[in-house]
């Protein structure tokens, strides 16, 4: 069973950096083919993909983060990273990670689509003031 656990949320002033970590249990060595991502969801809106990275290390943004975000995966801690700069108020959500192990997830078939991932965190706060 995969669980999966946000952290590094917070407060931030708008061009500010921050940096999420999520911990992925039950993360398998054995699992070839997988995708992970970011969402976030905020007040009154939608969850939204933010971007993804597949087994082989290719990542892909939404127009919206791209050139700002980065995600980043260790296979040897078994945790996924997203690095946010030059942030915005409109980047202030709650960002949820993903996964999708053993699945239909992987390369050539990886993208911020909230069907695709069957593991689900709960969550950190990310509120960006101007």
């Known amino acids: 069973q995969v669980q999966l656990a946000e952290s590094g949320g917070g407060s931030v002033q708008a061009g500010g950096s921050l940096t999420l970590s999520c911990a992925v249990s039950?993360?398998?060595?054995?699992?070839?083919?997988?995708?992970l991502g970011w969402f976030r969801q905020a007040p009154g809106k939608e969850r939204e993909g933010v971007g993804v990275?597949?087994?082989?290390?290719?990542?892909a943004y939404v127009n919206s983060v791209k050139g700002r975000f980065t995600i980043t995966k260790d296979t040897e801690k078994k945790t996924l990273s997203l690095q946010m700069t030059s942030l915005k108020p409109e980047d202030t959500a709650m960002y949820y990670c993903?996964?999708?192990?053993?699945?239909?997830?992987?390369?050539?078939?990886?993208?911020?689509?909230?069907?695709?991932?069957?593991?689900w965190g709960q969550g950190t706060q990310v509120t960006v003031s101007s």
């Open positions: 990275v597949d087994s082989n290390g290719s990542t």
């Open positions: 993903a996964a999708d192990f053993g699945g239909e997830g992987g390369p050539g078939n990886c993208g911020p689509w909230d069907d695709l991932f069957e593991d």
């Open positions: 039950g993360w398998r060595n054995t699992w070839r083919k997988y995708c």
